[in-house]
């Protein structure tokens, strides 16, 4: 299987240096391949050397991600935000701080996230803090606003069925 994850880093003329990005996204495409096999430890092994060679916000975040499917939420987060210390610019790590929250029963510290993650630049789909926007806002019982971010979620990826069906039982809700 062919990934397609875009990696970023910091353009530098370094023989040396680009060495070492090479190097750190081989071991990250390694890890995501332990990842998508269920192989945890190892994908955190992979991702750690990723990082230890040269950091990315993406390693980071994907770390972060791998931690919070064994629930270690708080881990999770600090990854997360290593991601926004080494580029502010990417939307995942504030969106999935705002995930860790919510699985950790915090639906109104998430808030603020899913929000920055709407105003990252470099984000490939939007509909994921929309979507949880709405959950939030569905949780809160504020229906209108969570119909409002469920609709935004399908706006941005037509295809996403649980953002059509939490949007249908929004509008049924405010029938």
Known sequence: MQLRIRVSFMDTH???SAAKRYEANQLFHEAYEAQLANDYERAIELYKRSIETYPTAEAHTFLGWVYSFQKRYD???????EAIRVDE????PYNDIGSYLLAKGDPYGSVRWFKRALLAPRYESYAFPHFNLGR????RRR???AARHYGLALEQKPDFTEAAVALRRMQARLN
């Open 89 to 92: 610019t990417l939307g995942n």
């Open 143 to 145: 229906f209108l606003e």
């Open 136 to 139: 939030v806002y569905e949780f």
């Open 14 to 16: 370094d023989d040396a």
């Open 75 to 81: 881990e999770a987060i600090a990854e997360c935000l």
